[in-house]
């Protein structure tokens, strides 16, 4: 066991009962860390896997490169084409997801004891050595070309383009990391093998595991898995300021439901003060029917289905967004609706009551998170990524009830910026124009 | 495969995964005086617990005329009841540190909340509340129509591909009230009364009629003290009606339609064919159709996707799709999204083609092997997810299917042999009994 350093052990006792959560630290022996919690009493495995970075390492002019890429880590490896490839996941009964994000490259796995160690093999395989062979390149990039068309004329796409075009100007975050049709009809196996590079490697890697596995069958698992990757990658893209200019942009597109989002700059996940502006949030558009915004335009007036805001910590930049549809005819008074709630809580915060209620709510609903290996996995790769240590699932609860009236307060003052409170609207919005 | 790519299409098309459940040692079942049900899925990993009451009841259960009122109802059952206030009953959860929804479907309606094992019995005492004692008024009915007009608004009609499967299932079903959206059809849901409402509530809301399904940290003599103390003393409705619903007649055309909007992006051709469904203690059929969804079109290594995907690769996407627990009979559908410079001709030729080759190919004995395995594997991840059993067994009670059939689906798709899934293909993949529809942008300039 000398090789094998469990440095931690957090427990976490989720709720006024019994179960508990205990994450140990793992570190292989040839160095990659992950964390741990052993489940054994189902036999399989579920490994999250994050490279940091992501689809925001593309390079200028391959905008759309590793997302291309990502999708073609399951298309063939070594003698195994894409078909040899998903028959050999299938006979094993094993589940391997690969995705593209804005910050990171997600893998997501799930395999059974009884045949992990080919299940490893095969993934493995996939991550360290995939083919890019050019049919597989041509018959994905025509799904990617697919998908790009669709969002095309999806208002929810549309809207969410326009808006990052406002906030992140010339960075990455700006465009879809599908990329365009022209860049990425322009791909060739060559940027395949340049963003493969670049977005996996070594220095990049967090690694959540959970269920019927050892920490040192993970040790183990992990260098093989792993270890083959080239230790460092391309550089991590540069953080973004979010100027928003308040106002509304309409972008007109023929279609009965305007769907709108809004927002201006969030706040970072390192922020001391992120602990509250997440209570807050909770309080004016987080989930459930108790949110101010569900209240005021749903509840009270049937203006919507659903009003939701969100903070959006990504690792170059924050944003602190919200989405509503509404009829052409009727958006105008959901967004003013919104518009309101949003100086009010600015200037006013919250009631005492309203505060003891979101503590209740998420202090209480934390537990409910942990609800499976796959789900486990994926709370403990995400810690990683936000430099949380082990022990915040001891503590997170306590954060959440020490938060006062007058730090939230102080908080909306900080965060709300209903100056630079921007609407894109998507639709035919009756009494709405572009300001 | 590129999921972000495909993954959009199986889900608007419904996806056909056979289900398989787990080994059921955890699984208790019994039946209180009143009539209700009363399921307990035990995992005691977690001192969590989801608690879902179903209804057999969904739209298909409806008023001609009156459609969207079974889920117009859901979303009223969270107003109030004689001692609970409109929106209490979701703040009481959530005070709890819990989370609530519900959902409506053609033969079901559901209602769920996932709390801390410990506040099993106060979600059992709301439910029980708003089964009975459910008090509306006429302005909570004209705020909560705006809402589910809103609902249908992002649901359906801003997505041309949803109203599209909209009109082609009102073409599979001429009689049968399944051609009829859960949502409901716009006009008739602006319509919908409060008295609509109550009627459907007082007719179908009873213990008798419903199922309590529990999943997760709780033993089963406590589900059954609780129980006894909540659910036991409802009245039951001596007069919920018999499901009996007007029946499709026989297809004797081919029914075609084109469905242009300027919205679409990327055309797909979708197809469906009336099927069997699950029936209690008939069970065979279903399961060989299940296991033809899979060997037919479940995925990368399916036979639609070899031949149309990677052979002769003209197809983005190709799959089929299969529902096969419902109440009345369902259906077995197929889909094409061409790449682009395909027609849609050339693409349900292709498809077509395909089909037609399976039929005289037959089924790949590695194949159906692999398909087996992931079934059984299946049964071990499904222990992860109690929630998701409860789902299966919820869906399966409201759709006319026992507990044992519930327990029995796992062998019975064990032993679904290729001659049983041909003999179901012949039967099913009958072109006089299809629903052909295009997605497009524009109707095609037609030429004599």
Do not use: C
């Not at chain 2, 509530?201 to 399904?213: D, E, G, L, V």
């Amino acid at each position: 066991m000398r090789w094998l350093g469990i440095v931690f052990l957090a427990l976490l006792w989720a709720l006024p009962a019994r179960a508990e959560i205990k994450i140990q630290e793992v570190t292989s022996p040839g160095g990659i860390k992950a964390w741990l919690v052993e489940e054994p009493s189902i036999p399989f495995t579920a490994l999250e896997i994050r490279f940091k970075g992501g689809a925001s390492l593309d390079l200028p002019g391959k905008r759309g490169a590793v997302n291309l890429m990502t999708g073609l880590l399951e298309e063939g490896t070594g003698a195994m084409d894409a078909r040899g490839f998903a028959e050999a996941v299938e006979g094993l009964a094993a589940s391997f997801d690969y995705d593209a994000y804005d910050d990171s490259v997600a893998i997501s796995a799930r395999f059974l004891t009884e045949n992990r160690d080919a299940a490893v093999d095969l993934l493995r395989a996939s991550l360290v050595a995939p083919s890019f062979e050019q049919s597989a390149i041509d018959r994905v990039r025509g799904q990617v070309l697919s998908s790009i068309r669709s969002d095309e004329t999806d208002p929810n796409a549309m809207a969410g383009r326009r808006f990052d075009e406002i906030a992140f100007g010339d960075h990455p975050y700006a465009s879809s990391l599908n990329g365009t049709v022209e860049s990425v009809t322009a791909l060739t196996r060559q940027d395949m093998l340049d963003a493969h590079a670049g977005a996996l490697a070594r220095d990049r890697v967090y690694v959540g595991a959970a269920g019927d596995i050892s920490a040192e069958q993970l040790g183990l698992l992990l260098d093989r898995l792993l270890g083959d990757l080239p230790a460092t990658g391309l550089p991590m893209p540069a953080n973004v300021d979010v100027k928003m200019p308040g106002g509304t942009v309409v972008v007109p597109f023929d279609t009965p439901q305007s769907v709108a989002m809004f927002g201006h700059e969030g706040i970072d996940r390192h922020d001391p003060d992120f602990i509250p502006a997440y209570v807050l949030n909770t309080i004016l558009g987080g989930g459930g029917f108790e949110a101010r915004l569900m209240t005021e335009v749903r509840e009270k007036r049937g203006l919507t289905y659903g009003v939701y805001s969100y903070l959006i910590p990504k690792d170059h930049a924050a944003l602190y967004i919200g989405q509503v549809a509404s009829a052409n005819d009727r958006v105008a008074e959901a967004m003013a609706v919104i518009r309101d709630e949003w100086t009010k809580m600015a200037r006013d915060g919250v009631t005492e009551a309203e505060l003891t209620q979101a503590k209740t709510y998420l202090t209480g609903s934390y537990a409910l998170r942990f609800d499976g290996n796959s789900a486990i996995a994926d709370i403990l790769v995400g810690m990683q990524l936000d430099d949380l240590t082990p022990d915040y699932v001891v503590h997170r609860n306590d954060m959440v009830n020490a938060v006062t009236e007058e730090d939230i307060r102080r908080v909306a003052a900080r965060i709300l910026k209903p100056e630079a409170l921007t609407f894109v609207v998507v639709g035919k919005p009756e009494g709405v124009q572009t300001q | 495969m590129f999921k972000r790519a495909v993954l959009a299409l199986p889900l608007l098309f419904g996806l056909s995964q056979a289900q398989a459940q787990g080994t059921d040692e955890q699984v208790t079942t019994f039946t209180l005086e009143n009539g209700m049900q009363v399921v307990l899925i035990e995992d005691h990993r977690a001192p969590v617990v989801s608690h879902m009451v179903w209804y057999r009841a969904g739209s298909a259960d409806e008023t001609p005329g009156r459609s969207g009122v079974a889920h117009f109802l859901e979303h009223l059952l969270f107003k109030g009841t004689k001692t609970l206030a409109p929106g209490e009953f979701s703040k009481v959860v959530a005070a709890n540190g819990g989370t609530d929804n519900a959902f409506t479907n053609f033969d079901q309606t559901a209602y769920y909340q996932r709390v801390a094992a410990d506040r099993l019995g106060l979600m059992m005492k709301m439910e029980a509340d708003r089964m009975v004692n459910l008090q509306l008024d006429a302005e909570d009915i004209l705020t909560e129509r705006a809402v589910i007009i809103e609902e249908r608004n992002m649901r359906t009609e801003n997505d041309p591909a949803a109203l599209f499967r909209e009109q082609a299932y009102a073409a599979q079903y001429l009689n049968h009230p399944y051609g009829r959206p859960v949502i409901g059809w716009r006009h008739e849901m602006e319509a919908l009364s409060l008295d609509d409402a109550l009627a459907y509530y007082r007719q179908f809301y009873a213990p008798n009629n419903a199922i309590a399904i529990i999943a997760g940290d709780a033993r089963p003599e406590e589900v059954r003290a609780l129980a006894e103390q909540y659910y036991a003393p409802l009245t039951p409705n001596p007069a919920i009606p018999d499901r009996v619903r007007p029946q499709e007649p026989p297809q004797t055309a081919e029914r075609r339609l084109m469905f242009a909007d300027p919205r679409v992006s990327q055309p797909y051709v979708l197809r469906t064919y009336l099927a069997p469904e699950r029936d209690a203690g008939a069970q065979k059929e279903a399961a060989a159709l299940t296991m033809l969804a899979e060997i037919l079109g479940g995925g990368q290594t399916s036979v639609l996707a070899r031949k149309l995907q990677f052979e002769n690769p003209i197809a983005v996407w190709a799959g089929a799709f299969y529902t096969e627990t419902s109440f009345d009979d369902s259906t077995f559908g197929m889909g094409i999204m061409p790449v682009e410079g395909v027609s849609l001709d050339a693409a349900e030729k292709a498809l077509d083609k395909a089909v037609a080759e399976f039929l005289k190919e037959g089924v790949d004995a590695a194949q159906l092997e692999r398909i087996k395995f992931l079934l059984r594997a299946a049964q071990v991840y499904a222990l992860d997810n109690a929630e998701g059993k409860a789902r299966r067994y919820g869906q399966a009670l409201t759709s006319g299917l026992t507990v044992e059939d519930v327990q029995a689906w796992p062998d019975v798709l064990e032993a679904v042999t290729a001659e049983d899934i041909m003999t179901a293909a012949r039967k099913v993949l009958n072109r006089n009994e299809a629903v052909t529809g295009w997605l497009m942008k524009e109707q095609p300039e037609v030429t004599q």
